[in-house]
C-alpha cells in the first residue's frame, strides 16, 4: 500500500509561481509512475503531469512549458514546479500513483488547493 501527501498550494497572482510536493510513504518500490492531477470547481479532473519510473515525463497541452514535474528519490517526493500561473490553473490539485499492482491511478493524496487571482 501506498500513502499520498501534497502540500505547497496557496493563493497566488497571476503570473506568480508554486511548487507542490507529492510525498510517498509505504511500498514506494512498487509505484512505477506517479501523476498530477487537479479538479476545478464543476469540472471534471484532469491529468496535468506524470513521471515514469525511467524519468519519462509528459504534460497536459495547457501547462506544457509553464509546468515542470520532478522528484527526489532521496525524499520519496515528486514535485510540481507551476510557473506563469494563470486564473484558469484554480483547481484542487491531487497526486496519485499507478503500481506493479495496478494499471489504473490510485492512492490518492488528499489534495491541496491553488487559487490564482486575476
Known amino acids: 500500500q501506498v500513502q499520498l501527501v501534497e502540500s505547497g498550494g496557496g493563493l497566488v497572482q497571476a503570473g506568480g509561481s508554486l511548487r507542490l510536493s507529492c510525498v510517498a510513504f509505504?511500498?514506494?518500490?512498487?509505484?512505477?509512475?506517479v501523476g498530477w492531477f487537479r479538479q476545478a470547481p464543476g469540472k471534471q479532473r484532469e491529468v496535468v503531469a506524470t513521471?515514469?519510473?525511467?524519468?519519462?515525463?509528459d504534460y497536459t497541452d495547457s501547462v506544457r512549458g509553464r509546468f515542470t514535474i520532478s522528484r527526489d528519490n532521496a525524499k520519496n517526493t515528486v514535485y510540481l514546479q507551476m510557473n506563469s500561473l494563470k486564473a484558469e490553473d484554480t483547481a484542487v490539485y491531487y497526486c496519485?500513483?499507478?503500481?506493479?499492482?495496478?494499471?489504473?491511478?490510485?492512492?490518492w493524496g488528499q489534495g491541496t488547493q491553488v487559487t490564482v487571482s486575476s
Open positions: 496519485a500513483v499507478r503500481t506493479i499492482l495496478s494499471t489504473a491511478y490510485g492512492n
Open positions: 509505504g511500498n514506494i518500490f512498487t509505484i512505477n509512475t
Open positions: 513521471i515514469t519510473r525511467s524519468g519519462n515525463v
